[in-house]
């Protein structure tokens, strides 16, 4: 089982030009992951054509396969939406420098269950792309959907071109115990979204909690057990690591929908946060330059270092107990 390291997990770094995707290629190479998964979707602070990698250019695409090739990394994709132009450009950057598989999820500005027709009639149609670049689309659990919901899509679609990314995390913005989704999604699951999660009072939010990202291994998540499950259950050969922090987002269901109906206890456990509120507010975190001094900005920047490092530790401890 080989470990790399997806792109958001340094956002901050990107977001504030400190960053870029060759910077990434070579800060994950050195910090000992086997492969890098980047992210083409653009943000605040990150306007380029794609995103964290950069421009759309031929010599961009060439300069970034070329990294890849001299690190000996493995290569995938992060894109999101599932129409045809959004897929088909995903595919050509990902053939353009090496990459076998691309995550996408389903845009949602809020939750409606008919979209998931739509997405199965464009993963449909997309396969035969799909066979021809010799690349696989792995649909996300992506803080909206269950894990049951997108098996469905995933057994209607029926391709092997067609499969899951399960996230570690995401599930619980559903309120979805991450374990049991591991357990549906494991053996349809392609790549993955490697994290760790508490949870933590805020007065703003929509139900007076959200969930936020932490280093792997210092939250509550099981991920020992949820790895366990992916080794013993998806034809996984990789596990990418995506360390959400410093971030906080809203549930984005109603309680019960993926069978949890309450915070407090198990990976729902009430932690405090990582930050004083009076400085910035959870749901600042993830765009913190509007509040933060730049004394506090450096702060957060170190933290995500470190958090990436300490995440890296632990998911190559868990690589070494249950795989040779």
């Not at 340094?10 to 890098?36: C, P, S, T, W």
């Not at 035969?128 to 909206?144: D, F, Q, S, V």
């Not at 599930?171 to 979805?176: L, P, T």
Request: a negative charge; charged letters at 30%.
């Amino acid at each position: 089982m080989k470990i790399g390291i997806e792109t958001e997990s340094f956002h901050l770094f990107f977001q504030y030009g400190k960053m870029n995707v060759l910077d990434f290629i070579r800060k994950a190479a050195d910090m000992g992951f086997e492969g890098v998964e980047l992210n083409m979707i653009p943000g605040w602070g990150i306007d380029a054509d794609l995103g964290q990698m950069g421009e759309d250019t031929p010599e961009n695409l060439d300069a970034i396969r070329d990294e890849i090739k001299q690190y000996g990394l493995y290569a995938e994709i992060d894109t999101n939406g599932t129409s045809e132009m959004e897929l088909k450009r995903a595919l050509r950057v990902a053939h353009h420098i090496g990459a076998n598989v691309i995550r996408t999820y389903i845009k949602f500005d809020k939750f409606d269950a008919t979209t998931y027709r739509q997405t199965t009639e464009d993963l449909k149609n997309i396969v035969p792309e799909l066979k021809k670049y010799r690349i696989k689309i792995a649909l996300e659990n992506h803080e909206y959907e269950t894990a049951d919901e997108l098996i469905k899509i995933i057994e209607e679609v029926n391709s092997h071109w067609v499969g899951l990314h399960y996230d570690f995390g995401n599930a619980m913005m559903a309120w979805e115990e991450p374990v049991e989704a591991a357990k549906k999604m494991a053996k349809y699951t392609y790549t993955t979204h490697f994290k760790d999660h508490v949870i933590i009072k805020d007065d703003d939010s929509t139900y007076g909690y959200v969930v936020c990202g932490v280093p792997a291994g210092t939250g509550n998540i099981d991920l020992d057990e949820c790895f366990k499950i992916m080794v013993e259950n998806s034809p996984l050969e990789r596990i990418n690591m995506e360390m959400c922090f410093p971030y906080c987002t809203n549930f984005k269901r109603e309680p019960g929908a993926g069978g949890v109906n309450k915070v407090g206890e198990g990976c729902f456990k009430i932690e405090d946060a990582p930050y004083d509120r009076k400085i910035i507010k959870p749901l600042e975190y993830y765009y913190p330059h509007k509040v933060v001094d730049e004394t506090t900005l450096d702060k957060m920047l170190q933290d995500q270092l470190e958090g990436a490092q300490k995440g890296y530790l632990y998911l190559k401890s868990l690589r070494d107990k249950y795989c040779r």
